[in-house]
């Protein structure tokens, strides 16, 4: 399994940024996927998650109405289209998929977002 997201950088309040994942080495179209954040010298949190066809999606409640998560089946891309950044959304992004059999967390190494004046 491989992640690898793209697409951080740094903004100033108010812009937006599009995030991606590439995902390889599993059935990308079958799992549920998820984008995680950690900001410094805080736990890493569930900004957002789709479900295998991209029907459902859920949202922390800090980010609703401001980013979207989708997925490109077709691609194996994850994204996260994330608009009116504030200071407090600066963190490392990750996404992250779960084998449902065995339990185990696959995580991408994480692209940085900072925004900041």
């Known amino acids: 399994v491989q992640l690898v997201e793209s697409g951080g950088g740094l903004v100033q309040p108010g812009e937006s940024l599009r995030l991606s994942c590439a995902a390889s080495?599993?059935?990308?179209?079958?799992?549920?996927m998820s984008w995680y954040r950690q900001a410094p010298g805080k736990e890493r949190e569930l900004v957002a998650a789709i479900t295998i066809g991209g029907g459902i999606t859920n949202y922390a409640d800090s980010v609703k109405g401001r980013f979207t998560i989708s997925r490109d089946n077709a691609k194996n891309i994850l994204y996260l289209q994330m608009n009116s950044l504030k200071g407090e959304d600066t963190a490392v992004y990750y996404c992250?998929?779960?084998?449902?059999?065995?339990?185990?967390?696959?995580w991408g190494k994480g692209t940085v977002d900072t925004v900041s004046t």
């Open positions: 992250k998929v779960r084998n449902a059999r065995s339990g185990r967390d696959y």
């Open positions: 080495g599993f059935t990308f179209s079958s799992y549920v």
